[in-house]
């Protein structure tokens, strides 16, 4: 599979990739008895400072990229559902939080973990446009090489290929 | 027993987590490999519930659930309701829940995860999913809990089971015994302050050495629910005789399949800390991880404590908040509020007087549940506001906008009786 986009990248006052954005800073907990999955996209990223403008995007981003313990917290799948409400695509991260992951695959968001330092992919500029390939393993800008991503296991691809858990579910009925 | 049974995994041994996925799976359990995994409690709670059911009505519309009996829903974020969306989403559960016939553990029941260890209901070795990122909990009996997402949790109720991805395994090894004047919840907070929030990161923690193994229920309770502080996917405790007997005298029955810590597992990581000379620590704003000696901070004036959560609710949290307050007034200047765990745990301080000391004291005392994490049930902080808070996250935005310092019950206590953040050593002899 191939994502291509737009990307977004989640910085800090130092210019590394923001690590440690819990699910509050994605989705506030104040948000959570919200269950129509296109509400949501209007409070994503609505607690986290300096990036709440990115509801204003929509359409303008495919693919954020942030650093470590990406989507520590709660369990919420608000915190994933709305990034999809936004059209986003795909996260690439340092490493995640292990349910901020299931969450994100049982859903068909891809999100992948940055292999290596992959200068290139943390160099690159907020709307560049990038692309992933779900079975190389490349991530590339103009046809060439910036780095790479960590390629899913298994079942997580089988699951993001179907269209997501429930989907996935069914297939193996 | 598991010691010495052959494993495909990295050791001639099972690790606790493995052990634990061998008796739930047919899969062969490799750590890092994934397997589809039995679930034996499956449970959602107010928060994430209605989504759940959305789920439920939407993909798999007139099927029932697959173990009825042992599925449940559990109301312990927003109990009872204080905005119409959390009052509907909780009826739109109950109405699901009676149409199908599975229990309702309400809003006036407490925490769902320290419910189905007082009732004996998760027991060591045990699995369970529910939308409670703190549902990893039950390490604390040598079970697995695990939160998830909505979708998860609906795929769960429908199948009965999940891919899981077999964590690896580390080991905290806990040496020495930690001075008296200090608490579970410092040595939990010295544990989080050396591993930091990505210490254990997608890991199962087997939590060892005599400090750990001697920690009452209510302790290794409130170790085990900050290894999600720790990133990690759980950490377990191997039951000891307390544990085993809890389990025995609910049940009637002495628990099967108990998992046990194999010394000789090989495994990924060992990461070891001395509490010898522990003091009372707290978790500095924002960040769980960015621990610090109560002792070190000047004078920082508090407004504001809240004593409860699923890491500090117990009956022994707050029985023991109540013997340090019993007699005095806490500071003029604070609100203290205290939220018991379950309502067995508020009966219990009820009968037995607690409640009037609390009272008595100045304390707020409110319904069982979560209290202060979820969608603040018992009041947000304003900006520039100080909290000490015995809960184990402590996010910027989470409890409000103001600095929550995270605590011990015991500390929560001192600085709320003197208005500053103070361990019980700064309240003198006697105490």
Known sequence: MIIEGAVMLLKDENGDLLGDIDTDMIFHNRHLAITDVNEMGKYALGNLKGYEHLPSLKGKVQILIAGDNFGSGSSRQQAVDCFKALGIKALLVRSVGAIYKRNAINAALGLFTIEGTSDGIVRSKDGDRISLDTITGDVKKDDGMIGRIAIPSGVQMDILDAGGLFEYGRRCE | MYAGSTSGGIGLELSMIEQIISEHSKDRVVPGGIVWMDIDLKTARDFGGANVVGHMEEQYPNEPVADPERTFFTFDTVVPAKTIPYAENQHIIRRFARKWGLKVYDVDAGIGSHIVIEEGLATPGATMAGTDSHLNILGAVGAFGQGMGDMDIAFIFRT????????????????????????????????????????????????????????????????????????????????????????????????????????????????????????????????????????SLGTIEVDSVFIGSCTNGSYEDISEVARIVEGTRIHPRVMAKVVPATRSVWKRLLYEGKVKTLFDSGFIISNSGCGGCASGQIGMTGPGEVQVSTSNRNFMGKQGKGDTYLASPRTAAASALLGRIASIDDLGVGQ
């Open chain 2, 160 to 295: 009965g089971k999940t891919w899981f991805e077999v964590p690896r395994t580390m080991r905290v090894a806990v040496e020495g015994r930690m001075p008296r004047n200090c608490s579970a919840k410092d040595l939990t907070l010295a544990v989080v302050g050396t591993l930091g929030s990505k210490g254990g990161l997608g890991m199962s923690m087997e939590m060892t050495g005599d400090q750990v193994e001697s920690l009452s229920l209510s302790g290794r309770i409130t170790l085990a629910s900050m290894a999600t502080e720790m990133g990690a996917v759980c950490a377990l405790i191997e039951p000891n005789g307390e544990i085993l007997e809890h389990f025995r005298s609910v049940n009637g029955e002495q628990p099967q399949n108990v998992p046990v810590h194999v010394p000789d597992y090989l495994f990924e990581r060992e990461v070891s800390l001395d509490v010898s000379d522990l003091e009372a620590l707290v978790s500095m704003p924002g960040k769980p991880d960015k621990v610090r000696p109560v002792s």
